[in-house]
């Protein structure tokens, strides 16, 4: 607003108010005599509001660092991206993707290039033609999302209970895999036991069930040699409310529960879920249901509920009265194969961040790019470095 006087007057604001001015020393004020501040009260008036603004300015600057360090990291990713797919220059498409949707179109166009399988940019995408693709295993009842698979498994069910029931799981389990009030989940209580060729026995007849291919299974196998980690499935046993924390893997699992009920929380492929983000899907798991998990969805467990069972004399278990146990193990259905090794390439799975060797993630992205695109490596052509 304008106001009109000398030093000392009266000005008026252009409607009609009168406005006592101070000399430039004293306060503004409104129909009102000088506040008669001091000047300790008026330097820490101004020292408030410089405080202010460097407040805004230190805020402006943190968002500021924070997004470079986002693009930093998109850029880094996909730098990734492209060292573990190579031959290939990338989306042809100018529209905006997100890494993600960037990053399955490089690995299709990759693929195609290399005549290896069928693209996976999804329904919405513009289909790219085929080419002379691998051999498509049948995954009769697999897809894209999680969900409880619609199978008759009752006799290899009791096949379960008759070779492998919960008793003769706990008795055989490692001491080191004990079960306690601290410790209420055990991924895996089979694995160098005796009990291990029971659950390959398992494995395999619940893919041929499935009618998932040799070379899908071959394939798998492979993988989980050069990221060291299990290679024919495994039981876990859980006590009553324990949690699994959100995590993911870049392959896809095959999860039948064999005693108590689970709850799943799931979130589809992309940003790690904080504490804010809604699942895209809930599952209620029930004994001798077999859950489907896609390659890169992350996942949260809940134990709600246990299989009785009798007293284990290596298990802390008595005062639950029993555990959760399932069967869990490896699949990747043709047209996700490329979607596995983005999971891992990115760092979108819990096998991407241990110390699994020399290799370093590059190196491991290349590796499944060679099994799950090239060919199918043979434990023999691993190198030594990636060999359980």
């Known amino acids: 607003m304008a106001l009109s006087a000398g030093p000392g007057g009266l000005g008026t604001n252009g409607e009609g108010t009168a406005i006592v001015l101070g000399t430039g020393a004293e306060d503004i004020t409104h129909g009102a005599a000088p506040s008669g501040r001091t000047d300790a009260d008026r330097k820490r008036q101004r020292d408030y509001q410089a405080k202010h603004v460097k407040n805004k300015k ?12 986002l693009r930093a ?12 797919l190579p031959q290939t220059d990338g989306p042809s498409s100018s529209e905006p993707l997100n890494l993600l949707t960037v990053a399955q179109r490089i690995a299709s166009e990759a693929i195609l290039t290399r005549r ?6 999804g329904a919405n995408a513009p289909a790219l033609p085929t080419q002379e693709s691998a051999p498509v295993g049948r995954d009769p009842v697999l897809g894209d999302r999680p969900m409880i698979v619609p199978i008759d498994l009752t006799e290899l069910l009791k096949t379960i209970q008759d070779k492998l029931p919960l008793q003769v799981l706990l008795d055989k389990a490692p001491t080191a895999a004990r079960l306690d009030k601290k410790h209420r989940g055990v991924i895996d209580i089979t694995t160098g036991t005796a009990n291990e060729v029971g659950v390959l026995q398992i494995s395999t007849e619940l893919k041929q069930l499935l009618g998932i291919s040799d070379d899908d299974s071959k394939r798998c196998t492979s993988a989980a040699n050069v990221l060291r980690i299990n290679s024919i499935g495994a039981i876990g046993a859980y006590m009553s ?8 893997h870049c392959m896809g699992v095959l999860n039948l529960l064999l005693g108590g009920t689970k709850r799943w929380r799931l979130w589809k492929p992309g940003r790690h879920p904080d504490a804010t983000s809604v699942e895209d899907v809930q599952l209620d798991q029930q004994p001798g249901e077999l859950l489907w998990l896609p390659p890169g969805w992350y996942h949260e467990v809940f134990t709600s509920g246990i299989a009785f069972m009798k007293t284990s004399r290596h298990r802390d278990v008595n005062a639950d009265g029993g555990v959760a146990y399932s069967l869990a193990c490896w699949h990747v259905p043709t047209a996700l194969r490329a979607q596995t090794v983005l999971a891992y390439a990115l760092g979108k799975s819990v096998e991407s961040q241990g110390g699994a ?7 491991r992205s290349q590796k499944l790019y060679e099994v799950f695109v090239d060919g199918v490596v043979e434990r023999s052509q691993l190198s030594s470095d990636a060999m359980v």
Do not use: C, Q, Y
């Open 116 to 121: 290896a399988g069928p693209s996976i940019m």
């Open 58 to 69: 230190d805020a402006a600057d943190e968002a500021a660092r924070e997004l470079a360090d």
């Open 241 to 248: 409310s324990n949690l699994t924390k959100v995590h993911g």
């Open 73 to 84: 990291e998109r850029v880094a990713m996909e730098l990734i991206l492209f060292s573990a």
């Open 357 to 363: 060797g020399p290799l370093d993630v590059k190196g």
